[in-house]
C-alpha cells in the first residue's frame, strides 16, 4: 500500500517546480511535436530522453528508491498535464511508475526493490505489467496463465494481450496461478519476469485505432524458468491483491489523464470556434455552438474536481475502492463526450488527421476500456455500496 510517509515526500513547494517544468516540457516541447509521434507512431528519441532526465520515468516511485517519490495527489496533477498532449507520451513511462512499478512499490520485497526499482525509476528499465489475457480482461480471476513450482525455481507457461511497452519491456510484471481458485483466494501470484528469460515472446506490435507511440503486443511464456525471489512478496498469495490495488490506483491516475484530453479539446474547441467563420461570422457566436463549449467546460470542471478528491481520498486511505472507480467512470465518459463535441464544433475539419480533437478523439476512446471498462466500475461502485449496505444490516 502507498505509506503515509509516501505522503509527505515531496514538499508542496517543490512539487509546484515539478508541476511548473512539466507543463512547460509538455506545451513548449511536444505539443509542437504531435504530428511527428502521429506519423511515426513513435515518441522521438530526444523527448524520451527530456523525460527521463526529468525523472518521469519515477516520478511516483519513493524516493529511497530513486524515484520522486510523488503521492497520487500530485500525479494526478502531472497527469492532468500528460494529458494535455498525445498519449503516447505518458504511455512511454506510465507502466513505470503505475500499474507494473506499484506492485513492486506495495509489495515487492527489499530485495526485489533493490533490484529493479532503481531501473525503474531512472527509465533504464521499462516495466509492462501483464495480467491481461484471451478470455481474462475484465475478469482477471479466470487467468489461465501457470507457474509450477520446480525444486526452488518457478516455471510459467502461458499467453498474455494487449501489453503496453511489451515492445521494449525489460521487465514483464506477469500474473499467473499457481492453484485452483480455493476458499484462501484466487489463487494468482505474481512474478519478475526479465523480458530476455528463455521463453518469453514478443508478438508483432498490434495495429491500434489511437495513441499512436505507444505500443502493445502479446507476450508469450513458454516454459519460462524464473528463481524463486522473481515471486513478489515471496508469497503466492500476493498476486491478485496487487493486481485490484495497483489498477484502483491507476483509475485515479488514468481520471486525471482524461481530464487533460478534455481541457485541450475544450481548448481547442474555443480557439476554433472564435476564430472560424460561416457567413462572415465566428461560429462562437452561435448559441448553439456556445452550449456545445458550455457543456465542455461544465464536464471539465466536474472531472477535474473529482480527480482531485478522489486522489485525497487515495492518499489519506479513506476511499480506495468506490472513489477511483467513480472518478474512472466520469471522467472518462466526460472526456469522450467533450472530445465528441470537440469534432463536432469544428465540422469537417474534426474529422482530419493533424487536426488535434480528431487525434484525440480516438484517443480517449481508449481510457473507457483499459484499466477496466465502464461496465466494471459500475460494478465496482453498485455492487460496493451495496455490500457495505448489506454487512451493516447483518451485523
Ligand atoms: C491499448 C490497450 C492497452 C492495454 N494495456 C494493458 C496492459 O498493459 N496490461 C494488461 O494486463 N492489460 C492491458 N490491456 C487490456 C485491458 O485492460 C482489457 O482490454 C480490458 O480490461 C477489457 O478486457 P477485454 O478486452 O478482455 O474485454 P471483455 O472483458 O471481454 O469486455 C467486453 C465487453 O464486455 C463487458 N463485460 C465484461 N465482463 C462484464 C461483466 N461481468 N458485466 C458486465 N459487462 C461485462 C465489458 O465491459 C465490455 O463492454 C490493454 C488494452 C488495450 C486495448
Same mark, same amino acid.
Given at each position: 500500500?502507498?505509506?503515509?510517509?509516501?505522503?509527505?515526500?515531496?514538499?508542496?513547494?517543490?512539487?509546484?517546480?515539478? #508541476?511548473?517544468?512539466? $507543463?512547460?516540457?509538455?506545451?513548449?516541447?511536444?505539443?509542437?511535436?504531435?504530428?511527428?509521434?502521429?506519423?511515426?507512431?513513435?515518441?522521438?528519441?530526444?523527448?524520451?530522453?527530456?523525460?527521463? &532526465?526529468?525523472?518521469?520515468?519515477?516520478?511516483?516511485?519513493?524516493?529511497?528508491?530513486?524515484?520522486?517519490?510523488?503521492?497520487?495527489?500530485?500525479? +494526478?496533477? #502531472?497527469?492532468?498535464?500528460?494529458?494535455?498532449?498525445?498519449?503516447?507520451?505518458?504511455?512511454?513511462?506510465?507502466?513505470? &511508475?503505475?500499474? @507494473?512499478?506499484?506492485?513492486?512499490?506495495?509489495?515487492?520485497?527489499?530485495?526485489?526493490?533493490?533490484?529493479?526499482?532503481?531501473?525503474?525509476?531512472?527509465?533504464?528499465?521499462?516495466?509492462?505489467?501483464?495480467?491481461?489475457?484471451?478470455?481474462?480482461?475484465? &475478469?482477471?480471476?479466470? #487467468? $489461465?496463465?501457470?507457474?509450477?513450482?520446480?525444486?526452488?525455481?518457478?516455471?510459467?507457461?502461458?499467453?498474455?494481450?494487449?501489453?503496453?511497452?511489451?515492445?521494449?519491456?525489460?521487465?514483464?510484471?506477469?500474473?499467473?496461478?499457481?492453484?485452483? *481458485?480455493?476458499?484462501?483466494?484466487?489463487?494468482?501470484?505474481?512474478?519478475?519476469?526479465?523480458?530476455?528469460?528463455?521463453?518469453?515472446?514478443?508478438?508483432?506490435?498490434?495495429?491500434?485505432?489511437?495513441?499512436?507511440?505507444?505500443?502493445? *503486443?502479446?507476450?508469450?511464456?513458454?516454459?519460462?524458468?524464473?528463481?524463486?525471489?522473481?515471486?513478489?512478496?515471496?508469497?503466492?498469495?500476493?498476486?491478485? $491483491?496487487? @493486481?485490484?490495488?495497483?489498477?484502483?490506483?491507476?483509475? +485515479?491516475?488514468? *481520471?486525471?489523464? @482524461? +481530464?487533460? /484530453?478534455?481541457?485541450?479539446?475544450?481548448?481547442? /474547441?474555443?480557439?476554433?470556434?472564435?476564430?472560424?467563420?460561416?457567413?462572415?461570422?465566428?461560429?462562437?457566436?452561435?448559441?448553439?455552438?456556445?452550449?456545445?463549449?458550455?457543456?465542455?467546460?461544465?464536464?471539465?470542471?466536474?472531472?477535474?474536481?473529482?480527480?482531485?478528491?478522489?486522489?485525497?481520498?487515495?492518499?489519506?486511505?479513506?476511499?480506495?475502492?468506490?472513489?477511483?472507480?467513480?472518478?474512472?467512470?466520469?471522467?472518462?465518459?466526460?472526456?469522450?463526450?467533450?472530445?465528441?463535441?470537440?469534432?463536432?464544433?469544428?465540422?469537417?475539419?474534426? !474529422?482530419?488527421?493533424?487536426?488535434?480533437?480528431?487525434?484525440?478523439?480516438?484517443?480517449?476512446?481508449? #481510457?473507457?476500456? !483499459?484499466?477496466?471498462?465502464?461496465?466494471?466500475?459500475?460494478?465496482?461502485?453498485?455492487?460496493?455500496?451495496?455490500?457495505?449496505?448489506?454487512?451493516?444490516?447483518?451485523?
Amino acid at each position: 500500500m502507498t505509506t503515509t510517509a509516501a505522503a509527505t515526500e515531496v514538499s508542496d513547494e517543490d512539487f509546484q517546480e515539478i #508541476l511548473a517544468q512539466t $507543463r512547460s516540457f509538455i506545451r513548449t516541447a511536444v505539443v509542437p511535436r504531435e504530428n511527428e509521434i502521429l506519423a511515426t507512431d513513435k515518441v522521438p528519441d530526444d523527448l524520451r530522453d527530456q523525460a527521463k &532526465n526529468m525523472g518521469l520515468f519515477g516520478y511516483a516511485i519513493p524516493q529511497r528508491w530513486g524515484g520522486l517519490g510523488l503521492n497520487l495527489a500530485q500525479d +494526478v496533477e #502531472l497527469a492532468m498535464e500528460f494529458g494535455y498532449t498525445a498519449l503516447a507520451l505518458r504511455s512511454m513511462f506510465g507502466t513505470n &511508475n503505475g500499474i @507494473a512499478g506499484q506492485v513492486l512499490v506495495g509489495f515487492g520485497t527489499d530485495e526485489q526493490k533493490t533490484q529493479w526499482l532503481e531501473g525503474i525509476a531512472s527509465g533504464d528499465v521499462v516495466a509492462s505489467f501483464a495480467l491481461t489475457e484471451p478470455g481474462a480482461g475484465s &475478469n482477471p480471476a479466470g #487467468l $489461465r496463465t501457470k507457474a509450477v513450482r520446480d525444486g526452488d525455481d518457478w516455471v510459467i507457461d502461458g499467453q498474455k494481450r494487449f501489453i503496453t511497452n511489451a515492445p521494449t519491456a525489460d521487465l514483464f510484471v506477469v500474473f499467473a496461478r499457481t492453484r485452483p *481458485a480455493d476458499d484462501a483466494g484466487p489463487g494468482i501470484a505474481v512474478f519478475l519476469v526479465p523480458a530476455d528469460a528463455a521463453g518469453v515472446e514478443v508478438g508483432a506490435k498490434d495495429a491500434k485505432m489511437g495513441q499512436e507511440g505507444a505500443w502493445t *503486443a502479446d507476450v508469450s511464456f513458454t516454459d519460462v524458468r524464473v528463481p524463486g525471489g522473481a515471486l513478489v512478496g515471496g508469497s503466492e498469495d500476493v498476486g491478485y $491483491r496487487a @493486481a485490484m490495488t495497483s489498477l484502483a490506483r491507476g483509475r +485515479v491516475h488514468i *481520471a486525471a489523464l @482524461a +481530464v487533460g /484530453s478534455a481541457q485541450r479539446a475544450l481548448d481547442e /474547441s474555443v480557439a476554433y470556434a472564435a476564430a472560424a467563420t460561416q457567413g462572415g461570422e465566428p461560429i462562437g457566436n452561435f448559441q448553439l455552438v456556445q452550449a456545445m463549449i458550455a457543456d465542455q467546460q461544465t464536464g471539465v470542471m466536474a472531472g477535474r474536481a473529482l480527480v482531485r478528491d478522489a486522489a485525497r481520498q487515495w492518499v489519506s486511505g479513506e476511499d480506495r475502492r468506490i472513489a477511483p472507480s467513480a472518478a474512472k467512470l466520469f471522467c472518462t465518459e466526460m472526456a469522450g463526450n467533450v472530445a465528441d463535441l470537440a469534432v463536432q464544433i469544428h465540422g469537417g475539419t474534426g !474529422y482530419m488527421r493533424e487536426v488535434p480533437v480528431e487525434r484525440i478523439y480516438r484517443e480517449v476512446r481508449l #481510457l473507457r476500456l !483499459y484499466e477496466g471498462t465502464s461496465e466494471i466500475q459500475r460494478l465496482i461502485i453498485g455492487g460496493g455500496l451495496v455490500k457495505a449496505a448489506q454487512r451493516n444490516t447483518h451485523r
